[in-house]
Protein backbone atom coordinates (compact mmCIF):
# COMPACT_ATOMS: atom_id res chain seq x y z
CA UNK A 1 0.00 0.00 0.00
CA UNK A 2 2.93 2.49 0.57
CA UNK A 3 4.52 1.46 -2.39
CA UNK A 4 1.26 2.07 -4.55
CA UNK A 5 0.95 5.79 -2.79
CA UNK A 6 4.17 6.53 -3.71
CA UNK A 7 4.05 5.89 -7.37
CA UNK A 8 0.86 7.57 -7.35
CA UNK A 9 2.53 10.35 -5.87
CA UNK A 10 5.20 9.80 -8.10
CA UNK A 11 3.05 9.74 -11.51
CA UNK A 12 1.29 13.07 -9.92
CA UNK A 13 4.91 15.13 -9.98
CA UNK A 14 5.46 13.89 -13.22
CA UNK A 15 2.15 14.77 -15.01
CA UNK A 16 2.20 17.67 -13.39
CA UNK A 17 5.07 19.42 -14.58
CA UNK A 18 4.56 18.78 -17.76
CA UNK A 19 1.29 18.91 -19.08
CA UNK A 20 -1.09 21.88 -17.74
CA UNK A 21 -0.84 25.67 -19.07
CA UNK A 22 -2.10 26.74 -15.66
CA UNK A 23 -2.02 24.73 -12.05
CA UNK A 24 -3.68 25.49 -9.16
CA UNK A 25 -2.76 23.86 -6.05
CA UNK A 26 -5.24 24.11 -3.02
CA UNK A 27 -3.67 23.30 0.39
CA UNK A 28 -6.46 21.52 3.12
CA UNK A 29 -9.16 18.87 2.67
CA UNK A 30 -12.32 20.91 3.78
CA UNK A 31 -15.22 21.69 2.12
CA UNK A 32 -13.99 24.96 1.18
CA UNK A 33 -11.14 23.19 -0.97
CA UNK A 34 -13.51 20.76 -2.47
CA UNK A 35 -15.85 23.74 -3.66
CA UNK A 36 -12.97 25.54 -4.66
CA UNK A 37 -11.75 22.73 -6.61
CA UNK A 38 -15.18 21.42 -8.34
CA UNK A 39 -15.71 25.16 -9.06
CA UNK A 40 -12.88 25.74 -11.02
CA UNK A 41 -12.91 22.88 -12.96
CA UNK A 42 -16.59 23.71 -14.02
CA UNK A 43 -15.54 27.14 -14.92
CA UNK A 44 -12.06 26.48 -17.03
CA UNK A 45 -13.33 22.73 -18.07
CA UNK A 46 -9.97 20.33 -18.14
CA UNK A 47 -6.99 23.02 -20.01
CA UNK A 48 -5.99 24.16 -16.21
CA UNK A 49 -4.34 21.47 -13.65
CA UNK A 50 -6.40 21.13 -9.95
CA UNK A 51 -3.99 19.11 -7.44
CA UNK A 52 -5.63 19.10 -3.47
CA UNK A 53 -2.90 18.39 -1.07
CA UNK A 54 -4.72 17.11 2.17
CA UNK A 55 -2.96 16.46 5.19
CA UNK A 56 -6.44 13.94 5.85
CA UNK A 57 -6.18 10.72 5.23
CA UNK A 58 -10.03 10.30 3.47
CA UNK A 59 -11.60 11.70 0.71
CA UNK A 60 -14.13 14.79 1.41
CA UNK A 61 -16.52 14.00 4.06
CA UNK A 62 -19.01 16.13 5.70
CA UNK A 63 -17.90 17.14 9.12
CA UNK A 64 -20.99 18.39 10.59
CA UNK A 65 -21.77 14.62 10.81
CA UNK A 66 -18.74 13.93 12.98
CA UNK A 67 -20.66 14.00 16.40
CA UNK A 68 -23.70 11.60 14.64
CA UNK A 69 -21.04 9.03 13.83
CA UNK A 70 -19.56 9.35 17.25
CA UNK A 71 -22.82 8.36 18.89
CA UNK A 72 -23.27 5.77 16.23
CA UNK A 73 -26.41 7.63 14.64
CA UNK A 74 -24.72 7.55 11.13
CA UNK A 75 -22.35 5.29 9.84
CA UNK A 76 -18.88 5.61 8.40
CA UNK A 77 -19.53 5.29 4.81
CA UNK A 78 -22.75 7.94 5.20
CA UNK A 79 -19.90 10.76 6.05
CA UNK A 80 -18.20 10.68 2.64
CA UNK A 81 -19.33 12.80 -0.11
CA UNK A 82 -17.03 11.90 -2.77
CA UNK A 83 -15.04 8.63 -3.41
CA UNK A 84 -11.66 8.75 -5.39
CA UNK A 85 -13.27 7.99 -8.53
CA UNK A 86 -15.23 11.27 -8.16
CA UNK A 87 -12.01 12.75 -8.35
CA UNK A 88 -10.72 11.01 -11.56
CA UNK A 89 -13.84 11.78 -13.13
CA UNK A 90 -13.11 15.26 -12.71
CA UNK A 91 -9.56 15.28 -13.58
CA UNK A 92 -8.79 16.58 -10.36
CA UNK A 93 -5.57 14.96 -8.34
CA UNK A 94 -6.35 14.19 -5.07
CA UNK A 95 -3.73 13.68 -2.55
CA UNK A 96 -4.02 12.53 0.97
CA UNK A 97 -1.41 12.06 3.81
CA UNK A 98 0.23 14.83 1.69
CA UNK A 99 1.14 17.46 4.62
CA UNK A 100 1.90 20.91 3.05
CA UNK A 101 5.41 21.78 5.16
CA UNK A 102 6.25 25.66 3.23
CA UNK A 103 5.56 27.67 0.58
CA UNK A 104 7.41 30.13 -1.48
CA UNK A 105 5.49 32.60 -3.16
CA UNK A 106 8.62 34.46 -5.20
CA UNK A 107 9.32 31.12 -7.18
CA UNK A 108 5.73 30.30 -6.61
CA UNK A 109 6.68 26.57 -5.49
CA UNK A 110 5.02 24.53 -2.48
CA UNK A 111 7.05 21.41 -0.66
CA UNK A 112 4.62 18.96 0.67
CA UNK A 113 6.04 15.41 3.19
CA UNK A 114 4.39 12.54 2.12
CA UNK A 115 5.50 9.16 4.21
CA UNK A 116 9.36 9.77 4.54
CA UNK A 117 9.49 11.74 1.48
CA UNK A 118 9.16 15.54 0.92
CA UNK A 119 8.94 16.96 -2.59
CA UNK A 120 8.19 20.31 -3.98
CA UNK A 121 5.59 21.21 -7.16
CA UNK A 122 5.60 25.15 -8.46
CA UNK A 123 1.44 26.49 -9.04
CA UNK A 124 -0.05 29.22 -11.05
CA UNK A 125 -2.90 29.54 -8.55
CA UNK A 126 -2.75 28.82 -4.80
CA UNK A 127 -5.49 28.57 -2.46
CA UNK A 128 -5.41 27.95 1.34
CA UNK A 129 -8.29 25.96 2.60
CA UNK A 130 -6.05 24.41 5.58
CA UNK A 131 -9.20 25.40 7.87
CA UNK A 132 -8.52 24.98 11.69
CA UNK A 133 -6.73 22.94 14.35
CA UNK A 134 -6.91 22.00 18.12
CA UNK A 135 -3.12 23.17 19.84
CA UNK A 136 -2.61 21.13 22.53
CA UNK A 137 -1.47 23.05 25.75
CA UNK A 138 2.37 23.20 26.03
CA UNK A 139 2.29 23.83 29.57
CA UNK A 140 0.57 20.20 30.98
CA UNK A 141 2.98 17.36 31.58
CA UNK A 142 2.04 14.52 29.26
CA UNK A 143 -0.51 16.04 27.35
CA UNK A 144 0.53 13.77 24.52
CA UNK A 145 -0.35 10.47 26.24
CA UNK A 146 -3.10 8.31 24.25
CA UNK A 147 -6.19 9.17 25.76
CA UNK A 148 -6.03 12.80 24.98
CA UNK A 149 -8.35 13.52 22.20
CA UNK A 150 -8.92 16.46 20.26
CA UNK A 151 -12.51 16.51 17.69
CA UNK A 152 -10.92 18.08 14.55
CA UNK A 153 -10.89 15.03 12.05
CA UNK A 154 -12.64 11.95 10.92
CA UNK A 155 -9.39 10.02 12.09
CA UNK A 156 -10.02 11.76 15.74
CA UNK A 157 -13.29 10.44 16.05
CA UNK A 158 -12.96 6.95 14.78
CA UNK A 159 -10.28 6.65 17.35
CA UNK A 160 -12.28 8.32 19.80
CA UNK A 161 -15.17 6.01 18.90
CA UNK A 162 -13.31 2.74 19.42
CA UNK A 163 -12.02 4.17 22.95
CA UNK A 164 -13.63 2.44 25.82
CA UNK A 165 -16.07 5.72 28.04
CA UNK A 166 -16.66 4.76 31.48
CA UNK A 167 -16.68 6.75 34.91
CA UNK A 168 -15.70 10.37 34.27
CA UNK A 169 -14.23 11.81 31.53
CA UNK A 170 -12.40 15.37 31.67
CA UNK A 171 -13.04 18.11 29.30
CA UNK A 172 -10.36 21.06 29.32
CA UNK A 173 -11.54 24.27 28.27
CA UNK A 174 -14.67 25.63 26.58
CA UNK A 175 -15.51 26.37 22.57
CA UNK A 176 -18.39 26.30 20.05
CA UNK A 177 -18.52 22.44 20.65
CA UNK A 178 -18.29 21.96 24.32
CA UNK A 179 -22.11 21.66 24.82
CA UNK A 180 -22.41 18.87 21.96
CA UNK A 181 -19.71 16.33 23.62
CA UNK A 182 -21.30 17.10 27.19
CA UNK A 183 -24.59 16.31 26.00
CA UNK A 184 -23.32 13.25 23.99
CA UNK A 185 -21.51 11.91 27.41
CA UNK A 186 -24.49 12.66 29.32
CA UNK A 187 -26.63 10.12 27.15
CA UNK A 188 -23.88 7.49 27.50
CA UNK A 189 -24.34 7.88 31.67
CA UNK A 190 -20.70 9.41 31.93
CA UNK A 191 -19.53 12.10 34.55
CA UNK A 192 -17.82 15.27 33.19
CA UNK A 193 -15.15 17.13 34.93
CA UNK A 194 -15.14 20.50 32.88
CA UNK A 195 -11.94 22.34 33.90
CA UNK A 196 -12.23 25.93 32.82
CA UNK A 197 -11.75 29.54 34.10
CA UNK A 198 -14.69 30.98 31.86
CA UNK A 199 -18.12 31.08 33.66
CA UNK A 200 -20.01 28.48 32.36
CA UNK A 201 -23.18 26.98 33.71
CA UNK A 202 -24.67 23.39 33.19
CA UNK A 203 -27.93 22.07 34.66
CA UNK A 204 -27.30 18.35 34.95
CA UNK A 205 -25.72 16.93 37.98
CA UNK A 206 -23.25 14.67 36.14
CA UNK A 207 -21.02 17.62 35.15
CA UNK A 208 -18.73 19.64 37.25
CA UNK A 209 -17.53 22.57 36.81
CA UNK A 210 -13.48 23.00 37.64
CA UNK A 211 -12.42 26.62 37.81
CA UNK A 212 -8.54 25.78 37.74
CA UNK A 213 -5.85 24.37 35.53
CA UNK A 214 -4.20 20.81 34.90
CA UNK A 215 -1.38 20.29 35.78
CA UNK A 216 -0.58 17.19 34.50
CA UNK A 217 -1.67 13.53 33.12
CA UNK A 218 -1.18 10.72 35.24
CA UNK A 219 -0.79 7.10 33.03
CA UNK A 220 2.29 4.82 32.60
CA UNK A 221 0.20 3.39 29.02
CA UNK A 222 -2.31 6.13 28.89
CA UNK A 223 -5.19 8.56 30.91
CA UNK A 224 -5.23 7.37 34.24
CA UNK A 225 -6.11 10.52 35.82
CA UNK A 226 -5.24 14.54 35.84
CA UNK A 227 -3.67 16.53 38.27
CA UNK A 228 -4.48 20.02 39.01
CA UNK A 229 -2.67 23.17 40.34
CA UNK A 230 -3.84 22.46 44.10
CA UNK A 231 -2.75 19.46 44.22
CA UNK A 232 -5.95 17.35 43.73
CA UNK A 233 -5.82 14.27 41.90
CA UNK A 234 -8.67 13.12 39.51
CA UNK A 235 -9.28 9.18 37.96
CA UNK A 236 -10.47 9.74 34.60
CA UNK A 237 -11.09 6.99 31.20
CA UNK A 238 -9.83 10.13 28.56
CA UNK A 239 -9.44 13.61 27.98
CA UNK A 240 -11.21 16.09 25.41
CA UNK A 241 -8.80 19.66 24.48
CA UNK A 242 -11.44 21.90 23.73
CA UNK A 243 -9.73 25.00 23.81
CA UNK A 244 -10.05 27.26 20.98
CA UNK A 245 -8.92 26.73 17.43
CA UNK A 246 -6.83 28.40 15.48
CA UNK A 247 -6.02 28.43 11.68
CA UNK A 248 -3.82 25.88 10.30
CA UNK A 249 -1.10 28.13 8.73
CA UNK A 250 2.38 26.77 10.08
CA UNK A 251 3.79 26.06 6.21
CA UNK A 252 3.11 29.83 5.93
CA UNK A 253 5.30 31.47 8.65
CA UNK A 254 8.17 32.34 5.57
CA UNK A 255 6.03 33.28 3.22
CA UNK A 256 5.69 37.00 4.64
CA UNK A 257 1.74 36.86 4.17
CA UNK A 258 -0.26 39.34 6.26
CA UNK A 259 -1.65 37.01 9.31
CA UNK A 260 -3.72 37.95 11.76
CA UNK A 261 -3.67 36.15 14.82
CA UNK A 262 -2.33 33.30 12.44
CA UNK A 263 -5.33 33.62 10.78
CA UNK A 264 -4.72 34.88 6.84
CA UNK A 265 -6.00 38.27 5.97
CA UNK A 266 -7.49 38.54 2.68
CA UNK A 267 -9.94 41.40 1.15
CA UNK A 268 -13.01 41.16 -0.14
CA UNK A 269 -12.48 38.84 -3.86
CA UNK A 270 -10.67 36.55 -1.33
CA UNK A 271 -7.18 37.30 -2.16
CA UNK A 272 -4.46 37.13 0.00
CA UNK A 273 -1.02 39.89 0.17
CA UNK A 274 0.30 37.90 -1.96
CA UNK A 275 0.14 37.68 -5.72
CA UNK A 276 -1.95 34.86 -7.14
CA UNK A 277 -2.34 33.41 -3.59
CA UNK A 278 -5.65 33.26 -1.99
CA UNK A 279 -7.66 31.80 0.94
CA UNK A 280 -11.10 30.75 2.15
CA UNK A 281 -12.89 29.53 4.88
CA UNK A 282 -12.06 29.12 8.68
CA UNK A 283 -8.20 29.65 7.81
CA UNK A 284 -8.94 33.03 7.05
CA UNK A 285 -10.22 36.49 7.83
CA UNK A 286 -10.53 40.27 6.86
CA UNK A 287 -9.01 43.23 7.96
CA UNK A 288 -10.55 44.46 11.33
CA UNK A 289 -12.50 41.18 11.37
CA UNK A 290 -12.52 38.84 14.11
CA UNK A 291 -11.15 35.57 13.53
CA UNK A 292 -13.43 32.75 14.16
CA UNK A 293 -15.25 29.44 12.83
CA UNK A 294 -17.26 29.58 9.68
CA UNK A 295 -19.79 27.57 8.89
CA UNK A 296 -20.73 24.82 5.94
CA UNK A 297 -22.88 27.98 4.02
CA UNK A 298 -20.36 30.90 4.52
CA UNK A 299 -17.88 28.81 3.02
CA UNK A 300 -18.83 27.74 0.31
CA UNK A 301 -19.80 31.24 -0.72
CA UNK A 302 -16.25 32.51 -0.35
CA UNK A 303 -15.37 29.51 -2.28
CA UNK A 304 -17.50 30.48 -5.05
CA UNK A 305 -16.63 34.30 -4.76
CA UNK A 306 -12.67 33.35 -4.95
CA UNK A 307 -13.48 31.38 -8.36
CA UNK A 308 -15.02 33.98 -9.79
CA UNK A 309 -12.55 36.26 -8.37
CA UNK A 310 -9.69 34.32 -10.60
CA UNK A 311 -11.72 33.78 -13.58
CA UNK A 312 -12.42 37.54 -13.62
CA UNK A 313 -8.29 37.45 -13.62
CA UNK A 314 -7.18 34.62 -16.22
CA UNK A 315 -9.69 36.78 -18.42
CA UNK A 316 -8.15 40.25 -17.96
CA UNK A 317 -4.95 38.18 -17.90
CA UNK A 318 -5.39 37.01 -22.12
CA UNK A 319 -7.53 40.01 -22.54
Known amino acids: MAQQKQDITEHFIEKWQDNFDQRFVIVGGSVAAHTVAYKLREVFKDDIGIAILSQEKYPF ?13 VKEKELFV ?16 HTVVSVNSKRKSVSFRYQEKRD ?20 IVGINKNGVFVFDSLADFKQLKNTITQDTVALLGVNHFTSLVIDILIKKRVEVKLITNQKVDFSSSMVEVIPTKVVEIIGESGVQAIKLDNGKIIGVCWIGVMGQKQPATDFLEDTGMALVNNAVVVDKDMATSEPYIFACGSVCCQPNEEVKFKDWRTTTQQAERLVETIRFLRRTNVN
Do not use: A, H, M
Not at 61 to 73: A, M, N, P, Q, T
Not at 120 to 139: A, H, W
Open 120 to 139: TINYDYLVICSGTKTVLPND
Open 82 to 97: LGQEDYQKRNIFFLPE
Open 61 to 73: YDRRKLFSFWEGK
